[in-house]
């Protein structure tokens, strides 16, 4: 995607059936009160759904939300597809109730972050900022 100038976009998602949404909107929030573009997918969003809105917005980054026990499946499925689409660059991070046991098998997936509940949102803030573009060296 080459190097990209601007704010940093971030594609915030809820994939899956979980219909809980209050935390991925709070970080949404929090993110472009921080001067980000972010672009809220809404819930019950595919994989595929995610991968093309991030394509689309040429996004830097996405960030999922996953309350519903399905996060093994659903990042990979992301990490998967973004590599499908020569759009490896694009750094997956996330949240929601993943267990400890699960964090470390994610990351080797290719999921550059996990934040758990009580994480704040100047550590995803933080986080974010450090961490998306320097590949590209921005």
Do not use: C
């Amino acid at each position: 995607m080459g190097v990209a100038a601007g704010p940093i976009r971030v594609v915030v998602a809820k994939p899956g059936l979980d219909g809980h949404d209050r935390g991925a909107k709070v970080i949404a929030r929090a993110l472009r009160d921080a001067g980000m573009e972010v672009i809220y997918t809404g819930l019950h969003q595919t994989p595929e759904q995610i991968v093309d809105t991030a394509i689309q917005e040429d996004a830097d980054a996405i960030g999922l939300s996953v309350l519903s026990g399905a996060h093994n499946t659903l990042f990979v499925a992301v990490i998967d597809l973004l590599k499908e689409h020569d759009a490896a660059d694009i750094k997956v991070f996330g949240g929601g109730i993943i267990p400890e046991t699960d964090i470390a098998g994610l990351k080797e997936k290719g999921v550059a972050e996990i934040f758990t509940p009580g994480a704040t949102m100047a550590s995803v803030v933080e986080w974010v900022r450090g961490n998306v573009r320097q590949a590209a060296g921005a």
